[in-house]
Nanobody, 126 residues
Framework: QVQLVESGGDLVQPGGSLRLSCAAS????????IAWFRQAPGKEREGVSC????????FYADSVRGRFTISRGSAKNTVYLQMNSLKPEDTAIYYC???????????????????WGQGTQVTVSS
């Protein structure tokens, strides 16, 4: 089982930027599909972005495309989510998830990810 730890969440003003990190302990993540999900109070969990293990193809929710970028770290045990032009509606707890989803990483089938982090709070407010 992969242990994942998210970090980087903070309080930021609208228009600001944050970089979230998802780090694995004792494992490399390059063999896993990795996704970021988020959940705001009173709302359903939403897939934000994911990156494939093979080829590094990336996918984004319409709500974040053009503002967020997912990437793998050079150390192979970290995945990042760079978030720019943040909006109040981006406020949520952000979770990273790892799994062997097939054939590509998915933002819909969250139950196919087997390992999840504990989440990091992102608050966008003036």
């Amino acid at each position: 089982q992969v242990q994942l730890v998210e970090s980087g969440g903070d309080l930021v003003q609208p228009g600001g930027s944050l970089r979230l990190s998802c780090a694995a302990s004792g494992f490399t993540l390059d063999g896993y599909n990795i996704a970021w999900f988020r959940q705001a109070p009173g709302k359903e969990r939403e897939g934000v972005s994911c990156i494939n293990s093979r080829g590094g193809r990336t996918f984004y929710a319409d709500s974040v495309r053009g503002r967020f970028t997912i990437s793998r770290g050079s150390a192979k045990n970290t995945v990042y989510l760079q978030m720019n032009s943040l909006k109040p509606e981006d406020t949520a707890i952000y979770y990273c998830a790892a799994g062997f989803t097939w054939p590509l990483c998915t933002l819909e089938r969250a139950n196919e990810y087997t390992d999840w982090g504990q989440g990091t709070q992102v608050t966008v407010s003036s």
